[in-house]
T-cell receptor, first 115, second 108 residues
Framework: KAGVTQTPRYLIKTRGQQVTLSCSPI?????VSWYQQTPGQGLQFLFE???????NKGNFPGRFSGRQFSNSRSEMNVSTLELGDSALYLC??????????????FGPGTRLTVT | GIQVEQSPPDLILQEGANSTLRCNFS?????LQWFHQNPWGQLINLFY???GTKQNGRLSATTVATERYSLLYISSSQTTDSGVYFC??????????FGPGTRLSVLP
């Protein structure tokens, strides 16, 4: 089975711009979660989607949003970028479960640099 | 919210040495995973271990859910074991929470 894929792998943006990151889960997985990793804050949960619905959300401002498509692919969007948004953004997929994500499998990440 | 602690924060070993990494958590959890993050940032699944003991080659893990801790054992360490090891716990009704990680350096 192909693993979780994320595009693009690297991205450089300017403050004030917006960015869209994409994640394709493992075939058959319906839960997709997004995480932000920074040296200062570690790995922090952004949100989780299951069957096109946001099931859980972390403590991030409304500039961070996401969505999931009917094929389980997910996108996250960050509007009005700030320097502090520079981070590694990781996507994880989990096998289908109505009660929450179980074993998570991570993609390679998208490294975003905001200048 | 739940607190997840990992110890030690940093560990330096000579190749061939054994080590034990610990993860403590402050509340009941449904699940627990151990990951290894390589220098390129990829998080690699090591174990999905909500309870009990599992082994995979030179690595093994034990979770004692009733006492709220998990241990990761690395035997005969190799330079390729270097990186950061994370435990992630799944509190009931919530999403995964990651610990701060243990940075392991294995010297040749």
């Amino acid at each position: 089975k192909a693993g979780v894929t994320q595009t693009p792998r690297y991205l450089i943006k300017t403050r004030g711009q917006q960015v869209t990151l994409s994640c394709s889960p493992i075939s058959g997985h319906r839960s997709v979660s997004w995480y932000q990793q920074t040296p200062g804050q570690g790995l922090q949960f952004l949100f989780e989607y299951f069957s096109e619905t946001q099931r859980n959300k972390g403590n991030f401002p409304g500039r961070f949003s996401g969505r999931q498509f009917s094929n389980s692919r997910s996108e996250m969007n960050v509007s009005t970028l700030e320097l502090g948004d520079s981070a590694l953004y990781l996507c994880a997929s989990s096998p289908p479960s109505w009660t929450g994500p179980y074993e998570q499998y991570f993609g390679p990440g998208t490294r975003l640099t905001v200048t | 919210g739940i607190q997840v602690e990992q110890s030690p924060p940093d560990l330096i070993l000579q190749e061939g040495a054994n080590s034990t990494l610990r993860c403590n958590f402050s509340d009941s959890v449904n699940n627990l995973q151990w990951f290894h993050q390589n220098p390129w940032g990829q998080l690699i699944n090591l174990f999905y271990i909500p309870s009990g003991t599992k082994q995979n080659g030179r690595l093994s893990a034990t979770t004692v859910a009733t006492e709220r801790y998990s241990l990761l054992y690395i035997s005969s360490s190799q330079t390729t074991d270097s990186g950061v090891y994370f435990c992630a716990v799944l509190p009931i009704g919530q999403n995964f929470v990651f610990g701060p990680g243990t940075r392991l350096s294995v010297l040749p």
